[in-house]
C-alpha cells in the first residue's frame, strides 16, 4: 500500500529518561507541553524558572543566572502600566507590588538552582531567532511587556551568535554538572506576525544553530520536533485555530515519538499506565453516583494502590483526591 506521508527517522540517542531522571525544562511555549506530558506521567520535571522564553540570547543568559557558582544576582525591576516587570522575565512574575514582584523572581530563581543540582537531562526548546533590543541598554529582552515598539530595535541572531552563547553556557553547565545531557528542539509554533518567509528563515537560523551545537558537544542532542510537524504531520487539521500553536493531537503525537527516543520499553510502559489514571482522575462524570462509576473509581484506586506499592517514589495523592470526591463510603 503507498504510503501518503515521509516519516521523520529519528536518531539512535544514546541517553535515556526514566522516572529517576531529573529534567529541567527551559524556552518557548512548547517546552511546556512537554513538560505537562512528562508530569502528567510522574517524571521528576521542573519548567522554566524565568518563564517562557523564546529566543536563544534570553534562553543563554537564563542559563547562566542558574548557574550555582555565583550567588543570585540584583534583578532590575522597572515599573509600567501599574506594574513592575522584569525584561528577564515573562510576565506571569509582573506585580503592582515591587517587592512581591521581586519575592517570586528569586523564589523560582533559587527553586530552579536547586533543582539544577540533580538534574540530568536539559530540555530547550528554540522558538525564535528573532530578538528585541531595548534601546536605552542595547540588551536583548525576554519580554517587551508592552511598551511601545518605537523603544526596542528588532533583528534576527546569526547562527554563529546563538552558537557562540549558547555553547559557552552549555560548557559553564557541564562543568558544574558532569552528568548532563542536553535536549534541543526547535519549537513547531509558527511565528505567523514575522511573515511565513521570515518565520522559515528564523526556524532555519535555529536548525543550523542547533546542528552546531550538536557537532561540538556531544553530550548535546537534537530532537525534530519541528521537522515531525512540518512534514510527518504536514497539515492544518493539527493546528489550533490560530493556524500557529500546534494542537493537541500533534502534541500527542510529538510526545509518543519522543516517548520512542528517549525511553526504554519498561518505561514506556510505565507512563502508559500512570498516564491512563492520571487521564482517568481528570475526567468530570456526568452521573458519579451509578453503580458503574462508582467501581470505575473503586477499580482505579485499587491500581494507584498496585502502582504505589511497586514504584514508592511516586505520588498520586492529586489523582486519590480526584477520585475520592466522587465516590460513596
Known amino acids: 500500500m503507498t504510503d501518503f506521508r515521509t516519516k521523520v527517522k529519528l536518531p539512535e540517542f544514546e541517553i535515556r529518561i526514566d522516572h529517576w531522571t531529573s529534567v529541567l525544562c527551559v524556552g518557548s511555549c512548547f517546552a511546556e507541553h512537554i513538560y505537562r506530558k512528562l508530569t502528567d506521567h510522574k517524571f521528576r520535571a521542573f519548567l522554566n524558572p524565568f518563564g ?14 542558574l548557574s550555582y557558582e555565583k550567588p543570585i544576582p540584583d534583578i532590575e525591576l522597572f515599573f509600567y502600566q501599574e506594574l513592575w516587570h522584569s525584561f528577564a522575565h515573562h510576565g ?10 521581586l519575592l517570586a523572581i528569586k523564589s523560582k530563581l533559587e527553586a530552579g538552582r536547586d533543582f539544577l543540582t540533580e538534574t540530568t537531562t536539559l530540555i530547550i526548546t528554540l522558538g525564535t531567532a528573532h530578538v528585541y533590543v531595548f534601546k536605552k541598554t542595547g540588551k536583548i529582552v525576554a519580554n517587551c511587556h508592552k511598551i511601545p515598539a518605537a523603544s526596542f530595535s528588532r533583528r534576527m541572531l546569526t547562527v554563529d551568535e546563538i552558537v557562540k552563547s549558547l555553547g559557552a553556557s552549555f560548557e559553564k553547565m ?3 554538572q558532569p552528568q548532563l545531557d542536553i535536549i534541543l528542539a526547535v519549537s513547531p509554533v509558527r511565528h505567523l506576525r514575522d511573515g511565513l518567509v521570515t518565520n522559515q528563515r528564523s526556524k532555519a537560523t535555529l536548525v543550523l544553530a542547533a546542528a552546531a551545537l550538536c557537532s561540538n558537544h556531544d553530550y548535546v542532542h537534537y530532537f525534530p520536533s ?7 504531520l ?9 493556524m500557529a500553536h500546534p494542537n493537541k493531537i500533534a502534541v500527542d503525537y ?3 515519538a519522543f516517548s520512542e527516543a528517549f525511553f526504554t520499553p519498561p518505561t514506556r510502559a510505565l507512563a502508559k499506565r500512570i498516564g491512563n489514571i492520571t487521564q482517568a482522575a481528570r475526567h468530570k462524570p456526568f452521573h458519579p453516583h ?3 462509576h462508582q467501581h470505575f473509581i473503586r477499580q482505579q484506586l485499587l491500581q494507584i494502590e498496585a502502582l504505589e506499592k511497586e514504584y514508592r517514589f511516586i505520588n498520586f495523592d492529586e489523582e486519590i483526591a480526584n477520585f475520592k470526591k466522587y465516590l460513596i463510603e
Open 92 to 101: 506571569h512574575f509582573s506585580h503592582p507590588d515591587k517587592e512581591q514582584a
Open 234 to 242: 504536514r497539515d492544518y487539521r493539527f493546528y489550533e485555530e490560530d
Open 290 to 292: 451509578t453503580q458503574a
Open 174 to 176: 557541564k562543568r558544574e
Open 254 to 256: 510529538i510526545w509518543s
Open 52 to 65: 517562557i522564553l523564546y529566543n536563544p540570547a534570553v534562553i543563554s543568559d537564563a542559563l547562566d543566572m
Open 226 to 232: 519541528y521537522e515531525i510537524v512540518l512534514d510527518e
